[in-house]
């Protein structure tokens, strides 16, 4: 079955720095375009960044672009989004997602991750 499971979220002050890591099961990982996407306090789902399958593209929402780089290590069957410079408005669950399309601003998935909280505050 397939599992994606994020972790490294935290508290951390503006400014600081968090690395997130999704780790991938139960499908061939190297085969598909990964996601990451978030979900503010009472606001929707958002797209923050995508990779292709080999990790060669990185592509990231007006709102993270210069801050957070998406990766990913095929051998370990793992991404991540390395965050810097956070800002109180990236408080948010980030997940990590496979399969995404968008219709408007919504991205829809085949499959999500549990969800790892971000909160940045001081």
């Known amino acids: 079955q397939v599992q994606l499971v994020e972790s490294g979220g935290g508290l951390v002050q503006p400014g600081g720095s968090l690395r997130l890591s999704c780790a991938a099961s139960?499908?061939?990982?190297?085969?598909?375009?990964m996601y990451w996407v978030r979900q503010g306090p009472g606001k929707g789902l958002a797209w923050v960044a995508s990779t292709n399958y080999e990790g060669t593209t990185g592509n990231y929402a007006d709102s993270v672009k210069g801050r957070f780089t998406i990766s990913r290590d095929n051998a370990k069957n793992t991404l991540y989004l390395q965050m810097d410079s956070l800002r109180p408005e990236d408080t948010a669950v980030y997940y990590c997602?496979?399969?995404?399309?968008?219709?408007?601003?919504?991205?829809?998935?085949?499959?999500w991750g549990q969800g790892t909280q971000v909160t940045v505050s001081s």
């Open positions: 139960g499908f061939t990982f190297s085969s598909y375009a």
């Open positions: 997602a496979r399969g995404c399309k968008y219709l408007g601003a919504t991205p829809n998935c085949d499959y």
